[in-house]
């Protein structure tokens, strides 16, 4: 498989390709330049498309030949296209929800790595755990990194994001709460705790730090009935289908629905710095900031060839990508906690 090293353009596949987030990538990949190869189990006439099934590893070895960057947005708890780069070459961008041992499972893979795999290069985990990196950088004597994650019940959610979700909502009874005030159009909302036992979402940035993720649903009338279910700890009961995305007038598409992560860090309980990450529909920022991953590794003169498993935090600062990232309409902005 060829090295990505070089080129700021070239031959993208993208597993997950018939997906929201994967035609989104594809698409963005296309827009940016590259030749974007579309890949999945489902049958379909695309000139553009190459067939994979990930339970059959052959698949995947003839529809990497040639291409100069794997885009992974497949949550494979096997993590077979991650294992084959690793020990055949090449590079991967996983953009995934992956569990929190993911990248820690990768890294025991035996063997000296003849590929490099990035892992956890969404918008969150991803880019979000950039801000946290550098805001833990100016507050090193910070206990806790808070996390606020904004959704709207109208996006486009695919399975793979569906079942994240009612998971990490419904393995507790009832969450905690928190006050935020997040800028506009949320407004200072009450936000639910998720996924608390996912200790992966900073990795080794937490480093000993309480991490504490939050939840806020754009719509109020839907976030207002996800508190009370919460307060009456009946959270639990929720069902799958409560977490599908709603009917839209373009199936499939990516929305441009307003989103606004906020990390903040804190000293038992005083905020002593907070960010927010402000964009126009997840997907379609994920699928933007992935473009500008692939373009930072190639310009930045490192030797990826053998690099093994990275997160963002080991190959970027925001710093770096904020010029960039504004350029895709993805902002970073200072908050002051009120």
Known sequence: MPDVSAPSAGRVLVLGGQGVLGTAIAAAFGAAGWTSIRAGRRPDPGPDFRPVDLDEPDTLERAADGVDLIVSTVPDERLVAERMVLSRGGVLINVSAMAAGAVARLRRVPGEPRGTVLMNAGIAPGLTNLLAADLLADHPEADEVELVFTVSAKSAVGPAGSRFAHRALTTESRHQTTVVPLP???????????????????????????????????EHRVHSALLAFNSAGIIARLPRSAFASAPSDTPGAAGAEPVAHWVAVRRRGACLAARTLRCRGDYRS????????????????????GAGVLVPEDAFTIGELRPALAESDIMVVDEREQ
């Open 184 to 218: 506009e159009p949320f407004g200072r909302r009450r936000c639910v705790g998720f996924a608390e036992a996912d200790n992966g979402w900073l990795g080794s940035l937490a480093d000993g730090r309480a991490v504490s993720p939050y939840l806020c649903i754009s």
């Open 286 to 305: 994920a699928a933007a900031g992935t473009v500008l991953f692939a373009r930072s590794l190639a310009a930045g003169g490192r030797s990826l060839a």
